[in-house]
């Protein structure tokens, strides 16, 4: 009886189940039996060409033979849909290596609680949540995590436009020739400096001047004395509600320099108009101001539900020692809504480098240059990217960019997120 | 005081026009005889609403199947936010609740995923969702957007963080299984988060035109956003007022719904926002 | 730990439908070969007998889907039926305009959900051809050759392979509005120093009146002037990528004569003048030379009672100046599960009857000689115009450096035009930028 755990545990290395028709669990010995054949077969018989297809990527890509006076077309390999269908069959010979693990652990987990004679508890509360979580992390592993993958693999390969489009023509691994030519190749290193020192400059304007722009307005409705706070409220609300694709491609006919309506009121005035999209300078500006009338609502709507939150007996306190409404806003408002609404501006930080509508929908990136490569004035990394794969057909340097821009998000908001209350306290809250 | 008031409400009565200026504008534009956007006025010259008519005629000229993308948007949206509010819900609850091993790797890994551009991965998903036979599909469209809900749960999962745990322990107490005490204790206490939850990621359906893009193929499965944009983004589109009444029909629906849901909407914020 | 197995297996037995579902994919998309022995046979049966194409019976079962842009759905009604009585074949129409439909058939015909026959215009052909997703017109080869205008059919062959089934031609011309050049009975001026003097008297920019207006800042609406001086992109008729002559003597003189013309009759910046806005303009009487195409002859004819169309002005050095064109046509995706019949729907729909419907309905100027010579096209006062024009045009380069100009012409034109900047250092600058974006691609 001694060794029950050890026994048990080694039959289920010889084969899944084993351990535990030991261990008399009959049914849950039974179907990890037929899953352990099932997955064997499946990596054996149909998941093995997968694999090896990761590998080579395909050895002749499709092509014309003619047949008397007709072309017919040969479909060869797909490089592309190798590559995805064997990141596929790694992730279920992964999954199926988890599953066998977790069947030795529970073979000796089990033994040796036997052993022990102590009662099979139900690990319910450990359990539990991994239910709960189970259904959304496949989402999560099928649509998020695969194709990070498959992007990340792309950068190694040499898939772009013109040479190397399948299904024609085979795509190759190049290692890490993708990212040399990133940061050596002067038209493709100049256009990454730029636009990346660009979207930076973008992202803490933009996330600034909407958050403070946000508790300024919510700041001026809350005054005392103004009366229909709830229209102002639904006013302002406004702009968040119609959708953007909508509000933006209207903005971009309202900014027309010359036949916009925009610079017809300045003329209306005597005044000549500013050059709002079409001047680079002018045309930052306008996407941060025309971001603002979209964001601020949000910040605004944040903060006046904060301010509701305020104890009242800290009003109170300081009217009883006679301060001055400035004082009152200065030691009491300011400094518990910042400090309510501080983890947000990480959000509104790496959520406005990713801001892909406000820049294709208002300029699409223009003015276009010729300092860069595919890119215009105002374009973030992320409209780079979508230009350089939809457009360009360059996938493999977007795929090369791609990673660079996440680590740096990454890391960026883990950094910050460690220091937030959500990370640290949370367990203090209740 | 009374200047200051006086100035602050020119100040918001500016505001105000700035934020329901390029709105007006759109609606007027939509009732403009003629094709075009520009116009040397703000007040149309001569109305008509030829171009509201035209989203729902057959059209020899043109295929503009503006009621089933409406029908097919709304199917969209409705079907993710049911789906997707329950996965961010379920999400959120398991990661709130439990203290398990591995969840604040799990914590993290969500966080980092949420940051990932999502157009990047259209080109997996769509051979992934062409494998499984389901290109061109608006449930494929909801299966794309429930899958990616979890992601978004840290404002729920800073909302459940202040219900307290007695509720759930003296629930316990009384033998109450997990799934009876998050159905009949922490849900109904969760209106306002899930109000809130629901409406951006119906909102989020309703806008949307990357995915839609890359994964409806056929003209009649399109989604509003998508059928939108295809009128406009063509080499030789001329049919911007066109474009200005579909839009307003787009716009209305969800802008009364967040006005009428506004509370909701600052409940939802401020506790993510405060918590999470 | 059992619900965690569960939920384990869950994810692997959707893992292995998926690649199941791959295998799938995989029969599907090498189907087409093995589902039409009938093509084969006939195929193999064809040299025999002296190539005529009744041999060439469209395949059982066989459903064609077509991609066409949706502002013209009529024709492809009317082919399908004609199709229909024909070969009892139905014919599923889906909106995917000639303009984004190769890039579309790129990620689609591998995938299976391409369309069998789809227009689209000849300048992308070369990226086509690279991926491998278009069948080449062999069944109707010498038809096409015969019975199309050379240039047309020049534009849809690359190595000497003809691909395309021409349908019609495009090029850009001027239309005028009669009742602004009253002074001179209703005839614009011919040539630019003209329609210069005209714009002196009639420019107004208050009132928004403007004489003359193309959009500026694309490259496909400015080349006209480029190539009138004798300015290429690409050498030997645009198949040459590593000669750009974008820097060439007459790219360069064409480059000043464009860097002035903005003071002269056109002050407005590059990237503000939008077709809409042209067309809204010219639809209200403010503009009175509209540089467009065919395609807009007949929206223009409801607004203006009194419409003209001419060829662009003659260029200060006496030289005519030569537009891009486009050549539209069918092609035959090469994953098509019905090759056969799709080939025979593409010859049906690009013929003399369906190109002579294309012009009684959309104006659409036909690449087909008999049509373009029958009276009805010759006779038409825009139609005519329009041909004459594409005579003296330049059809676009179709070889895949293209990518490179198209990258780079709003940005090498918006400095000319809006900065003034010096032609001989932009107009060399575009060059090496584009020459950097072909390396770069490499």
Not at chain 3, 32 to 48: F, H, L, Q
Not at chain 3, 269 to 284: Q, V
Not at chain 3, 315 to 325: A, E
Request: with cysteine.
């Amino acid at each position: 009886m001694k060794h029950r755990a050890a026994t048990a545990g080694w039959l289920s290395v010889i084969c899944a189940g084993l351990g535990q028709l030991y261990n008399r669990q009959y049914v849950k010995g039974l179907s990890f039996i037929l899953v352990y054949a099932a997955g064997i077969y499946a990596i054996a018989a149909k998941l093995t060409p997968h694999l090896k297809g990761i590998v080579t990527l395909g050895e002749q890509g499709q092509h014309l033979v003619k047949v008397g006076k007709v072309y017919k077309n040969v479909p060869g390999d797909h490089s592309i849909f190798m590559m995805i269908y064997g990141v596929l069959a790694i992730l279920v010979v992964l999954l199926f290596l988890l599953f066998y693990a977790l069947n030795i652990r529970d073979a000796v987990v089990v033994g040796r609680r036997k052993q022990s004679g102590s009662e099979l508890r139900v690990l319910n509360s450990s359990v539990f949540p991994w239910l709960l979580l189970s259904v959304p992390m496949i989402g999560v592993l099928f649509f998020t995590i695969m194709p990070i993958v498959f992007t990340s693999l792309i950068a190694f390969t040499n898939y772009a436009s013109p040479n190397h489009i399948p299904p024609k023509n085979l795509v190759d691994w190049v290692g890490f020739a993708t990212f040399d030519k990133l940061f050596n190749m002067n038209v493709w290193s100049n256009t990454f400096v730029g636009v990346l020192s660009w979207t930076i400059v973008w992202a803490i304007l933009a996330t600034v001047t909407c958050y403070f722009g946000g508790i300024l307005v919510a700041l001026l409705i809350n005054q005392q004395g103004i009366r229909f706070k709830g229209i102002w409220r639904m006013l302002f609300i406004i702009p968040y509600a119609i959708p953007q694709f909508v509000s933006l491609l209207i903005m971009k006919n309202l900014l027309n320099e010359k036949f916009g309506p925009i610079n017809q009121y300045f003329r209306y005035f005597g005044m000549e108009g500013l050059p709002w999209l079409n001047d680079p300078f002018w045309a930052k500006v306008s996407v941060i101001v025309v971001n603002m009338w979209i964001g601020i609502p949000v910040s605004m709507i944040l903060v006046m539900g904060i301010l509701t939150t305020i104890p009242k007996d800290l009003y109170e306190a300081a009217d009883v020692d006679g301060a001055t409404a400035w004082a009152k806003f200065r030691n009491i408002t300011m400094p518990y809504v910042l400090f309510a609404t501080a983890p947000i501006l990480i959000t509104q930080f790496v959520g406005n480098i990713n801001n892909f509508n406000v820049i294709f929908l208002l300029t699409g990136g223009n003015p276009a240059t010729m300092k860069y490569n595919n890119a215009g004035e105002t374009d973030l990394l992320v409209t780079w990217l979508y230009k350089l794969t939809l457009d360009f057909n360059q996938y493999n340097i977007a795929a090369a960019v791609s990673i660079l821009l996440f680590l740096f998000i990454a890391a960026a908001a883990i950094v910050m997120f460690r220091r937030t209350r959500s990370f640290n306290e949370e367990d203090m809250i209740q | 005081m009374k200047p200051r008031l006086l100035f602050s409400y020119a100040l918001l009565a500016l505001i105000a026009v700035a934020c329901i200026y390029p709105a007006l504008w759109t609606v007027l534009s939509s009732f403009r005889v003629g094709n075009s956007l520009f116009s040397d006025h703000f007040i149309p010259t001569a109305w008509t609403l030829d171009h509201y008519r035209d989203l729902f005629r057959e059209r020899a000229d043109r295929s503009i199947p503006y009621a089933s993308w409406y029908w097919n948007t709304l199917k969209v949206a409705t079907a993710s936010m049911m789906l997707g509010t329950l996965i961010q819900l379920l999400t959120a609850y398991s990661i709130s609740r439990f203290r398990f091993k591995g969840r604040k790797a799990m914590m993290m890994l969500i966080l980092i995923l949420g940051m990932f551009p999502g157009f990047l991965s259209i080109m997996a998903v769509f051979i992934i969702l062409n494998t499984i036979d389901l290109l061109d599909s608006i449930w494929a469209l909801v299966l794309v957007y429930s899958a990616g809900a979890a992601l978004g749960m840290f404002v729920a999962k800073g909302f459940f963080d202040t219900i307290p745990r007695s509720l759930e322990e003296a629930a316990r107490i009384d033998g109450a299984s997990h799934m009876s005490i998050f159905m009949r204790i922490i849900l109904p206490l969760s209106r306002p988060i899930i109000t809130y939850i629901s409406l951006t990621t119906f909102a989020g359906a309703w806008v949307d035109f990357i995915f839609a893009r890359a994964i409806l193929r056929t003209p009649e499965n399109w989604t509003l956003a998508v059928g939108l944009w295809n009128i406009i983004d063509s080499y030789n589109s001329t049919e911007f007022t066109l474009f200005a009444a579909g839009c307003v029909l787009v716009a209305v629906p969800i802008t009364l719904l967040f006005m009428y849901t506004q509370r909701f909407l600052v409940d939802g914020l401020t506790a993510g926002a405060s918590k999470g | 730990m059992k619900k965690v197995y569960a939920s384990t297996m869950l994810t692997m037995a959707l893992l292995l439908s998926a690649c199941g579902g791959a295998n799938n994919g995989n029969n599907a998309s090498s189907s087409p070969s093995a589902s039409s022995p009938a093509a084969t046979e006939s195929a193999s049966a064809a040299p025999s007998e002296e190539a005529g194409e009744e041999e060439y019976a469209p395949e059982e079962g066989a459903k064609l889907v077509v991609w066409y842009s949706a502002s013209e759905k009529a024709l492809i009604d009317e082919a399908a039926k004609a199709f229909k009585e024909k070969y009892g074949i139905d014919i599923e129409y889906q909106d995917v305009g000639p303009d984004k439909s190769i890039e579309k058939m790129i990620t689609d015909a591998p995938a299976g959900v391409g369309a069998d026959v789809f227009l689209a215009v000849h300048d992308r052909l070369g990226s086509a051809v690279q991926a491998g997703v278009v069948l080449p017109n062999d069944l109707h080869e010498e038809e096409s050759k015969a019975n199309n205008s050379d240039k047309s059919v020049e534009a849809w062959a690359i190595d000497g392979q003809l691909y395309g089934y021409p349908m019609s031609v495009e090029t850009t011309a001027v239309f005028y509005n009669k009742d602004l050049f009253a002074d001179t009975n209703g005839e614009a001026p011919k040539d630019w120093n003209g329609v210069i003097e005209f714009a002196k008297k009639f420019n107004d920019v208050k009132a928004q009146k403007y004489a003359y207006m193309w959009e500026v800042g694309n490259g496909y609406w400015s080349w006209g002037l480029f190539g009138g001086y004798g300015g290429y992109v690409f050498g030997k008729d645009g198949t040459d990528g590593s000669d750009i002559g974008l820097n060439s003597a007459g790219s360069v003189e064409a480059a000043q004569f464009f860097g002035s013309l903005k003071d002269q009759i056109l002050p407005i910046k590059a990237a503000d003048i939008k077709s809409d806005i042209k067309t809204s303009l010219f639809n209200e009487g403010k503009l009175a030379m509209n540089v467009s195409g065919p395609w807009q002859t007949g929206e223009f004819k409801k607004s203006i009672a009194n419409l003209g169309v001419m060829e662009y002005p003659t260029l200060p050095n006496g030289k005519p100046m030569m537009p891009f064109s486009g050549v539209k046509g069918f092609l035959v995706n090469a994953y098509s599960q019905y090759p056969i019949a799709a080939k025979l729907f593409a010859e049906l729909v690009s013929s003399e009857e369906f190109q002579a419907k294309n012009f009684e309905l959309f104006g659409s100027l036909p690449s087909n000689k008999n049509v373009a010579a029958s009276d009805k096209v010759s006779s038409d006062p825009f139609a005519s115009v329009f041909l004459k024009q594409f005579d003296n045009s330049t059809p676009m380069p179709k070889i895949a450096e293209m990518n490179a100009f198209w990258a780079t012409h709003e940005a090498a034109l918006a400095s000319l035009w809006n900065d003034k900047a010096d032609p001989q250092a932009t107009m060399d600058d575009w060059a090496k930028k584009v020459k950097d974006a072909i390396a770069s691609a490499q």
